[in-house]
């Protein structure tokens, strides 16, 4: 590779970062070739974006952002790195690392690491709590619901109150009669 194709790499890579607020660090060695592309076919299917890179350039495109993610350099690229990007969900990732696990009965690809709105995880034990985390969108859906609760009852009360108020009302006359 050039320099010059280097040099594009690292400027594409930075920009794929910067697009994207969550991505994490993964390592499929060892995996077979059959189970890298079922892999990444899962990684398609769920809306994720699963490339492979060298460490340096991953390094490079790093130190070109705003962000500190010199904590990466030493626990996260060594050996076998693969990226999977995420635009929406900062758990997709880690539910699509855990599904395949799943799905092919073993411990790889392995966590390394992920930077979810430049919050840093290290380490293949963070991944139980990254899958998780609830999504942006799941997270207003909470709110809102607890917004509408207190409503929902006021209304519930007072529809219930108005069958009540009308029994009432009706046992009243019936009894002014007899």
Not at 49 to 55: A, I
Not at 73 to 99: C, H, M, Q, W, Y
Not at 152 to 177: D, H, P, Y
């Amino acid at each position: 590779m050039t320099k010059q194709e280097k040099t594009q790499v690292i400027s594409d890579l930075a920009e794929k970062f910067a697009e994207n607020n969550n991505f994490y660090f993964a390592d499929a060695s060892g995996l077979t070739v059959a189970e890298i592309n079922n892999f990444r076919r899962l990684c398609y299917e769920k809306g994720v974006e699963y490339n492979v890179y060298k460490n340096t350039l991953i390094k490079k495109a790093l130190d070109t952002l705003n962000t500190d993610y010199s904590s990466f350099d030493d626990a996260v690229l060594k050996g076998f790195t693969g990226i999977i990007f995420s635009k929406e969900s900062g758990n997709l990732p880690a539910k699509v690392i855990k599904e395949f696990r799943k799905a092919e009965g073993g411990e790889k690809p392995i966590f390394k690491g992920a930077s979810i709105d430049t919050d840093l995880f290290i380490g293949n034990d963070q991944l139980d709590a990254l899958s998780k985390l609830k999504s942006k969108f799941e997270l207003i859906g909470d709110v809102i619901m607890l917004l509408q609760s207190p409503a929902n009852n006021v209304v519930s009360a007072l529809q219930s109150g108005q069958n009540k108020l009308a029994g009432i009302m009706k046992t009243l006359s019936e009894r002014e009669e007899a």
